[in-house]
């Protein structure tokens, strides 16, 4: 049901639509700023700073295909529907034009609110019309005549207005919470950087030694786990879960796994169980990420480890399990495991068992380490807190996207003296 004052309507009767200049590789580099199908990706909205791109091209053709304020910018081609005809809106007067890959839809009348486009976009009803349409098997392509097919809601301008101001009082809060995020996470890389190598010392320990061992020194096991059978349908009674090879991806343990059919007995003889004061290791992965690794602060029940990760378990001693695991996750002990992975193949690369008990670590005293941890741990609660905060206003923002744009939710505008 459309809500009272709100129209559907066409694309093609809000836009007419052109598809950009086609450059040669030879006039990149220089000239006018140029906007490409990356820049459409990254922003759904687009000023002259934004673009990076430039490329040389005579007036005639920056006449031709100038962008102005308002215009909306689509991907006509991508890797998957899915991404196909995602939308950005130009605000801004500097003359910049767009390339061959994007459909630049430029208004026909003032139906649409420059900025409330920004958001009517994204709704789901519309982003699912326009992967329907697209076509093409290896690449999704999406073509102006289809483009046009596509319906969007419409409210009344004054509404559109207002829904915009909302949701821009949204976008500012969570562009806040991101900067507060940025700034945590690079003062906990920088203490990781001065603490763990030694060129900054807590209060306390400035004349203590530090003792240099091997990380073999200090394992007790590193187990992999095995490889799995995800062939037969999942059923109550031998459901286990195993971890994706991605759970350290982004430099700390997360949870995430497949779920998989297996003997329970086969289970506990030869699985690796994830188990609390350990660390995960991915073992063979892509170049970027083989040697990856976090810390598990809790026991997993029936969660387990597939062939390419390995459980590390250090001398028991929580704190020094906790002070290594920081270690292993600093920029250069990362920089460190990709470098001395090996493998044939560009798109994986292998540790061995050997290399990673043979790299060296300068170790402090038991007290220090304690010390050390209970600051890298402040400073990366507040990296998490910081995080869900994010999450959550994203979260709430996209809610809220939703009800707007439907007509579920209704604003209240206030009409003209």
């Known amino acids: 049901m459309v809500p009272e004052g709100w129209k559907n ?7 007419e639509f ?3 200049f086609n450059a040669d590789a030879s006039q990149y580099g220089e000239g006018t700023k140029f906007v490409n199908v990356m820049d459409i ?5 687009l000023t002259s700073d934004l673009v990076r791109g430039e490329v040389a091209v005579p007036l005639k053709s920056i006449e031709a295909y100038a962008l102005r304020y308002g215009d909306v910018l689509f991907n006509r081609t991508s890797e998957v529907p899915k991404e196909i005809a995602f939308a950005s809106v130009y605000l801004d007067h500097d003359p910049i034009i767009f390339g061959g890959f994007v459909i630049r839809g430029r208004p026909i009348s003032h139906s649409i609110h420059a900025p409330f486009a920004r958001y009517c976009f994204k709704a789901p009803s519309v982003r699912s019309e326009k992967v329907r349409r697209a076509q093409g098997g290896i690449r999704a392509n999406i073509g102006q005549q289809d483009l046009g097919k596509v319906e969007l809601l419409v409210p009344p301008l004054p509404e559109q207005k207002k829904i915009a101001e909302i949701l821009g009082t949204w976008d500012r809060a969570i562009e806040v919470a991101e900067k507060q995020l940025k700034n945590a996470e690079a003062q906990k890389r920088a203490l990781m950087q001065h603490l763990l190598t030694g060129t900054h010392r807590l209060k ?6 530090w003792k240099t061992v091997k990380l073999g020194d200090v394992l007790v096991s590193m187990e992999a786990g095995v490889s799995v ?3 037969d349908t999942p059923t109550k009674c031998n459901e286990i879960g195993v971890l994706k090879t991605s759970c350290v991806s982004s430099g700390k343990f997360q949870s995430s796994h497949n779920k ?3 003997d329970q007995k086969e289970v506990v003889r030869v699985r690796v169980p994830v188990k609390a004061d350990t660390i995960v290791m991915s073992r063979m992965n892509t170049p970027a990420l083989v040697g990856a690794n976090g810390y598990v602060d809790k026991d997993h029940d029936n969660l387990y480890l597939p062939d390419r990760l390995w459980a590390l378990t250090i001398a028991p001693n929580k704190t020094l399990c906790r002070w290594v695991a920081f270690w ?3 920029p250069p002990t990362r920089y460190m495991l990709s470098a001395i992975a090996t493998g044939t193949s560009g798109s994986m690369k292998n540790i061995t068992k050997e290399d990673v008990r043979s790299i060296k670590l300068e170790l402090p005293s038991l007290d220090e380490q304690t010390a050390m941890t209970e600051v890298l741990e402040a400073a990366e609660q507040e990296v998490n807190h910081l995080s869900l905060q994010v999450g959550h206003l994203r979260t709430e923002k996209r809610a809220l996207m939703q009800q707007l744009l439907t007509g579920k939710k209704r604003v209240k505008v206030e009409e003209a003296a």
């Open 328 to 330: 292993l996750s600093s």
């Open 204 to 209: 306390g320990f400035e004349g203590s030694e």
């Open 229 to 231: 059978n995800s062939q």
């Open 18 to 20: 052109k598809n950009g």
């Open 41 to 45: 990706f990254r922003n759904d909205t």
């Open 9 to 15: 309507r066409k694309l093609s009767e809000l836009y």
């Open 260 to 262: 998989v059919v297996s």
